[in-house]
């Protein structure tokens, strides 16, 4: 049977890198923009805080608010979409190397951040209270103000709770970390692959301890948000296999 050659065979690994390229540089570019949408929703919160508690306060908060809490609502939830973007573009870096440890970190990884567009609440409220607050103001009557506030409460206490998917999200980030510091030198620089390490372990402590010790979780943004935006810039310039060009071997 006669043998391909070489020059063949190094062409098409190296075509495989090129075409991974595109989706490297897409990812890159939603792992920064997926910082700057929340950093403008915090923004958003600091201009007027919501409240976290009480059904008639927020109902009452939202309906002189809406339009920056429709908002800010929208730039908590849409930017998880970019980050399942940016773990499948991470899965297809270190699958060659890392077979089963990226298919762990995807799937711990990329599914809490899918499943957090599916929730109704987004830790700083939810697009389900603006429906609420409307019938609220709408109410003609005590009773029926008492009964939309009364729903909202049970909305505000699922936001209040801390969520596993959470945990599992600074897991996915842990793993996939560990993966990229095993790829070959030069794929991801190392010090992205310890902050991923470091923004994982710390992730899995504060989300557990969320409401304890509150300010794990603002250490853990900070640290989530440097290491999303590393790890952008490293896809972006991801290096791809150079094309060899060798003489055909004899048949």
Request: net charge neutral; aromatic share 10%; glycine share 8%.
């Amino acid at each position: 049977m006669p043998r391909i050659p070489s020059a063949a065979v190094n062409h098409r690994a190296a075509g495989t890198g090129r075409e991974w390229k595109p989706l490297f540089i897409c990812a890159g570019v939603a792992a920064i923009l997926f910082v700057v949408l929340l950093i403008t929703a915090l923004v958003l919160d600091f201009a007027a805080p919501p409240p976290v508690d009480g059904g008639t306060e927020t109902l009452e908060f939202i309906a002189g608010n809406k339009a920056a809490y429709v908002a800010e609502q929208i730039l908590w939830i849409l930017p998880n979409i970019l980050a399942v973007l940016v773990f499948a573009a991470l899965f297809v870096a270190v699958l060659p190397t890392q077979k089963s440890l990226s298919v762990v970190a995807l799937v711990a990884g990329a599914l809490p951040w899918a499943l957090f567009l599916a929730v109704p609440v987004s830790s700083r409220g939810s697009l389900n209270l603006v429906y609420l607050s409307d019938r609220y103001m709408a109410a003609s009557t005590a009773e029926g103000r008492k009964m939309f506030a009364t729903a909202a409460e049970a909305i505000i206490a699922e936001n209040n709770t801390p969520a596993l998917v959470g945990a599992l999200s600074a897991v996915g980030i842990l793993l996939m970390a560990i993966a990229m510091g095993r790829t070959p030198s030069g794929q991801f620089p190392r010090w992205v692959a310890w902050l991923g390490m470091a923004t994982g372990a710390l992730g899995i402590a504060s989300e557990i301890l969320r409401y304890a010790v509150p300010e794990f979780y603002w250490g853990y943004g900070v640290l989530l948000w440097a290491w999303f935006v590393a790890t952008g810039i490293a896809l972006i310039r991801m290096p791809v296999p150079a094309e060899q060009h060798r003489a055909p071997a004899e048949p």
